[in-house]
């Protein structure tokens, strides 16, 4: 069973973990991407994620085919959060299963890095400062002034 989705309510780790488990899974690595507190040295109150979610789903299963491709007997899933999260909340569940750990571990970790850089998730972060998108530069502004972070 594969898991890749977008979801508009809690996430829960146990669902992500079994989509992974298998009779040959001798390891199993889960990510749990968690929201913090702070970002760059700016107090965070919220986070807001925006998806579209048809190309994210899409684009996730594509990474799981690469991995699965990639890393013999590796199973992986991942289910992304959008909406309001609050500090604590959960933004994120990557999780993978192979043979042995490395491949667990390698796996889970390349399937974590390559959904940040490749599916379309955006983050509106909030604090005392007002609200910013993360890695959204304006363009009209022209020299990066008006750049916040990645």
């Known amino acids: 069973m594969s898991l890749f989705a977008v979801w508009h309510e809690a996430l829960d780790p146990n669902v992500v973990v079994k989509a992974v488990e298998?009779?040959?899974?001798?390891?199993?690595d889960v990510f749990l991407g968690v929201v913090r507190d702070t970002n760059d040295g700016r107090a965070?109150?919220?986070l807001e994620y925006e998806a579209y979610d048809a190309m994210a789903v899409a684009e996730m299963k594509r990474i799981g085919d690469e991995l699965a491709a990639a890393i013999p007997g590796v199973r992986?899933?991942?289910?992304?959060r959008v909406g309001a999260l609050r500090v604590g909340d959960l933004a994120i569940v990557c999780a993978a299963s192979a043979p042995h750990r490395a491949e667990?571990?390698?796996a889970c970790r390349t399937l974590i890095d390559e959904i940040?850089?490749?599916v379309p998730v955006w983050k509106r972060e909030h604090g005392p400062?007002?609200?910013?998108?993360v890695g959204w530069e304006d363009a009209r502004c022209g020299d990066g002034a008006h750049s916040h972070g990645t």
């Not at 992986?76 to 992304?80: E, L």
């Not at 400062?129 to 998108?133: C, I, V």
């Open 104 to 106: 667990a571990f390698a």
């Open 116 to 118: 940040k850089a490749r």
């Open 44 to 46: 965070i109150t919220l």
């Open 129 to 133: 400062d007002g609200a910013y998108w």
């Open 22 to 28: 298998h009779a040959s899974a001798g390891g199993i």
């Open 76 to 80: 992986v899933a991942a289910v992304h």
